[in-house]
C-alpha cells in the first residue's frame, strides 16, 4: 500500500519555506502551510515566536531574503513534527490514501489536495475513472470504499497517466487556457475552479509539480 512517509519529501521540496507573497491569496505561509486558511495551526505559536527575537530577518517577506527566515525555521524540530503531522492528518489520512495501492497514484492524488484543496481531489479521482475506465460510480467528490476500489482495479500506469493528463488540464485551465473536453471543463466549474490569467505566474512551478512525482517500478515498490 501507499506510504506517506514515501510522499513526504517531495512534498517538502515543492513547498520550500517561509515565504509572505503579497500576491498570493493564502498569506504568509510556512511549509506551504497558509496562515489565511489555516489561522489555528499550533505552528504559527512557534514561527511568531521565532520573528519575536532579535536574530529575525528584517524584510525576509522579499525574495531572496525569505531564505533567512526559513534557515532559522528549519532548525526547529517541534516545527517540523508539526508540518509533518498536519500534512498526514490533512491531505492524506483524512483522503484515505494509504489504502491505495500504487505509491505514484495516491501521491499525485496527495499533492492535488495539498496545491488545490482536498475537496478537488475525489472528483478528479472520479472523472479519470468515468472518462477512462468506464467507471459506473458516482462523481460526487467523495473517497469511499468503491472509489478506492475502482482505481486499485485499474491499470496503474494508465490511470496514473490519465490523472496527469486531468492535472495538467486543471492547472492550464486555472491559469485562463482553453482546455478540452467540455466534460472536464464543466467538472472544474462544479469544483468551484475560476480561471485566472493572474495565475500563470504559477502555472510552470505547478506542473513542475506534476512531473516531481513519477511513475516508476521502483518507485512503487
Same mark, same amino acid.
Given at each position: 500500500?501507499?506510504?506517506?512517509?514515501?510522499?513526504?519529501?517531495?512534498?517538502?521540496?515543492?513547498?520550500?519555506?517561509?515565504?509572505?507573497?503579497?500576491?498570493?491569496?493564502?498569506?504568509?505561509?510556512?511549509?506551504?502551510?497558509?496562515?489565511?486558511?489555516?489561522?489555528?495551526?499550533?505552528?504559527?505559536?512557534?514561527?511568531?515566536?521565532?520573528?519575536?527575537?532579535?536574530?529575525?530577518?528584517?524584510?525576509?517577506?522579499?525574495?531572496?531574503?525569505?531564505?533567512?527566515?526559513?534557515?532559522?525555521?528549519?532548525?526547529?524540530?517541534?516545527?517540523?513534527?508539526?508540518?509533518?503531522?498536519?500534512?498526514?492528518?490533512?491531505?492524506?489520512?483524512?483522503?484515505?490514501?494509504?489504502?491505495?495501492?500504487?505509491?505514484?497514484?495516491?501521491?499525485?492524488?496527495?499533492?492535488?489536495?495539498?496545491?488545490?484543496?482536498?475537496?478537488?481531489?475525489?472528483?478528479?479521482?472520479?472523472?479519470?475513472?468515468?472518462?477512462?475506465?468506464?467507471?459506473?460510480?458516482?462523481?460526487?467528490?467523495?473517497?469511499?470504499? @468503491?472509489? =478506492?476500489?475502482? &482505481?486499485? /482495479?485499474? #491499470?496503474?500506469?494508465?490511470? +496514473? $497517466?490519465?490523472?496527469?493528463?486531468?492535472?495538467?488540464?486543471?492547472?492550464?485551465?486555472?491559469?485562463?487556457?482553453?482546455?478540452?473536453?467540455?466534460?472536464?471543463?464543466?467538472?472544474?466549474?462544479?469544483?468551484?475552479?475560476?480561471?485566472?490569467?493572474?495565475?500563470?505566474?504559477?502555472?510552470? @512551478?505547478? =506542473?513542475?509539480? &506534476?512531473? /516531481?512525482? #513519477?511513475?516508476?517500478?521502483? +518507485? $512503487?515498490?
Amino acid at each position: 500500500m501507499a506510504d506517506f512517509a514515501k510522499y513526504y519529501p517531495l512534498l517538502l521540496a515543492n513547498e520550500g519555506g517561509y515565504v509572505f507573497d503579497p500576491n498570493d491569496p493564502g498569506g504568509e505561509t510556512w511549509r506551504g502551510v497558509s496562515r489565511v486558511f489555516n489561522p489555528h495551526w499550533r505552528g504559527w505559536a512557534l514561527v511568531d515566536a521565532a520573528k519575536a527575537r532579535a536574530t529575525w530577518p528584517l524584510n525576509c517577506r522579499v525574495y531572496p531574503r525569505n531564505k533567512l527566515a526559513t534557515a532559522i525555521l528549519r532548525q526547529n524540530a517541534a516545527l517540523a513534527a508539526l508540518v509533518q503531522g498536519f500534512y498526514r492528518a490533512q491531505y492524506w489520512d483524512s483522503l484515505r490514501l494509504g489504502e491505495i495501492t500504487s505509491q505514484a497514484i495516491a501521491s499525485q492524488l496527495c499533492d492535488i489536495g495539498v496545491n488545490t484543496g482536498t475537496g478537488r481531489v475525489g472528483r478528479l479521482a472520479q472523472y479519470v475513472l468515468a472518462v477512462s475506465f468506464g467507471w459506473p460510480g458516482k462523481v460526487d467528490g467523495k473517497i469511499g470504499p @468503491a472509489t =478506492l476500489q475502482g &482505481i486499485n /482495479a485499474a #491499470p496503474p500506469q494508465a490511470y +496514473y $497517466e490519465a490523472l496527469v493528463a486531468t492535472r495538467r488540464s486543471f492547472y492550464q485551465y486555472r491559469a485562463g487556457h482553453p482546455i478540452t473536453p467540455p466534460e472536464l471543463v464543466q467538472l472544474l466549474k462544479k469544483a468551484k475552479l475560476v480561471p485566472d490569467a493572474s495565475m500563470q505566474r504559477y502555472l510552470t @512551478a505547478w =506542473l513542475g509539480r &506534476i512531473d /516531481a512525482i #513519477p511513475f516508476e517500478k521502483n +518507485y $512503487e515498490l
